[in-house]
C-alpha cells in the first residue's frame, strides 16, 4: 500500500514560513490535499489538487508538488495556523500521511 | 448550506457492532460521494472508505475489509457505515466527509462533527 511521510512537528515564529512536508514514491504524479485539523475540530481542508485553495482559505496557505516530495508552504505564520495538518492523496483507495503538529513559538 | 450531522457517541463491548449514521442536507445527495474517516484518541487520520450516493459503489481500506459496511438511503438522505466485531483499537472520532466533487472521491469538503465510539468491556 501507498505509504505518505510527513515530519511529526514544526515549529515557526510569527509572521516567518513554515513548510511542511509529504513524502511519498512518485507522489509528483499524484494529486495532493491537505487538511487542517484543530483540537476537537473536524478537519479543513486548506489546499487540494497540489496547488489550489478552497474558497475562505487565505493566500497564505499554498501548495506544491514534485519529484517525491509535496509541500504545504504557510507564510507570514499567525498563532490561529498552530494546528495539525494532514496530506491525502487517491491511490486506489484514500492515504493519508501520519500529520504534522506545527507549533507558532 | 450542506451539513452533514451524525448520530451520537457509543459504548459497545469487544465483538460487538456499530452502526453510525450522517444526514445531510443543503445539497442534493446523489450527486456527491461519503468518506468516511475515523481518529484513535492522539492519532492521527484514517481513511476507512467511501460510498457513492448514486449507485451505492463502495470502495473499503484493505484493513477493515470484511468488518465494515457502508450505505446511503437516499429517501432520508442519510449514510451509514456498520463496523462488526469491535476490538479495543476501533475506539475512535469517526467522522463522515462529503466529496468537493462530483465523480472524485478526494478531495473531502464538508465533514460532519464526528461520532467517538468508545469499545470496552
Known amino acids: 500500500s501507498y505509504v505518505l511521510t510527513q515530519p511529526p512537528s514544526v515549529s515557526v515564529a510569527p509572521g516567518q514560513t513554515a513548510r511542511i512536508t509529504c513524502g511519498g514514491n512518485?507522489?509528483?504524479?499524484?494529486?495532493v490535499h491537505w487538511y487542517q485539523q484543530k483540537p476537537g475540530q473536524a478537519p479543513v481542508l486548506v489546499v487540494y489538487?497540489?496547488?489550489d485553495r478552497p474558497s475562505g482559505i487565505p493566500e497564505r496557505f499554498s501548495g506544491s508538488n514534485s519529484g517525491n516530495t509535496a509541500t504545504l508552504t504557510i507564510s507570514r505564520v499567525e498563532a490561529g495556523d498552530e494546528a495539525d495538518y494532514y496530506c491525502q492523496v487517491w491511490d486506489s483507495q484514500g492515504v493519508f500521511g501520519g500529520g504534522t503538529k506545527l507549533t507558532v513559538l | 448550506q450542506v451539513q452533514l450531522v451524525q448520530s451520537g457517541a457509543e459504548v459497545k463491548k469487544p465483538g460487538a457492532s456499530v452502526k453510525v449514521s450522517c444526514k445531510a442536507s443543503g445539497y442534493t445527495f446523489t450527486s456527491y460521494g461519503i468518506s468516511w474517516v475515523r481518529q484513535a484518541p492522539g492519532q492521527g487520520l484514517e481513511w476507512m472508505g467511501w460510498?457513492?450516493?448514486?449507485?451505492?459503489?463502495?470502495n473499503y481500506a484493505q484493513k477493515l475489509q470484511g468488518r465494515v459496511t457502508m450505505t446511503t438511503d437516499t429517501s432520508t438522505s442519510t449514510a451509514y457505515m456498520e463496523l462488526r466485531s469491535l476490538r479495543s483499537d476501533d475506539t475512535a472520532v469517526y467522522y463522515c466527509?462529503?466529496?468537493?466533487?462530483?465523480?472524485?472521491?478526494?478531495?473531502?469538503?464538508?465533514w460532519g462533527q464526528g461520532t467517538l465510539v468508545t469499545v470496552s468491556s
Open positions: 460510498i457513492s450516493a448514486y449507485n451505492g459503489n463502495t
Open positions: 512518485n507522489i509528483g504524479s499524484k494529486s
Open positions: 466527509a462529503r466529496d468537493m466533487r462530483y465523480s472524485s472521491s478526494v478531495p473531502s469538503y464538508y
Open positions: 489538487d497540489d496547488s
